[in-house]
């Protein structure tokens, strides 16, 4: 039996989980312009906009990480910056006719963005900070780690996260 891609990354709980599939996952673009994510021995697509969604939605999950998470999830945002950038060679290398509709469906996409005072997924996800957020920590977590107070003030939009980059000099 065959198991529905969109059953699978619903199910994602953890980045292990996610890794373990993301590593997996392969782009396309359609000749219709469509981009989309499959793996092998999955049944279905999922849009090319998924990954990111999984990513962030664990990275904003909590912000307790172990360091296993930290470096997992880590892997997670390359991965996922991956399929993008994959996704984008794969886009130059297409016959006229594909990069045609693909351009008359990103004049339609940027017009519902628009009317939607939406950003998109894509520049959400490149703009977004919490990518890094392996080098947060929460106030507790810091001071168990490196045995002192954090030096600089927490994060304006979130107190009770700390930056370290001491992440770098603990060998990872």
Known sequence: ?????????????????????????????????????????????MDIHAASRISASLINKNFEFTMK????????????DELYKDNDKRMRSKNFITKIICFIRSIFTLLGMMI?????????????????FHLYYTKTQYTKLWGKLPDLEPIKTDPDRWYSNEYYSQGF
């Open 116 to 132: 939607r005072n939406d950003k998109g997924e894509r520049f959400k996800w490149e703009m977004d900070s919490n990518k890094n």
């Open 69 to 80: 998470e930290r470096l997992v999830g880590k892997t997670v945002v390359h991965l996922t």
């Open 1 to 45: 039996m065959t198991v529905e891609l969109k059953t699978a990354f619903a199910n994602v709980s953890s980045f292990e989980e996610w890794f373990t599939l993301l590593k997996e996952v392969k782009e396309e673009v359609s000749f219709f312009g469509t981009q989309y994510l499959y793996v092998v021995g999955y049944k279905g697509t």
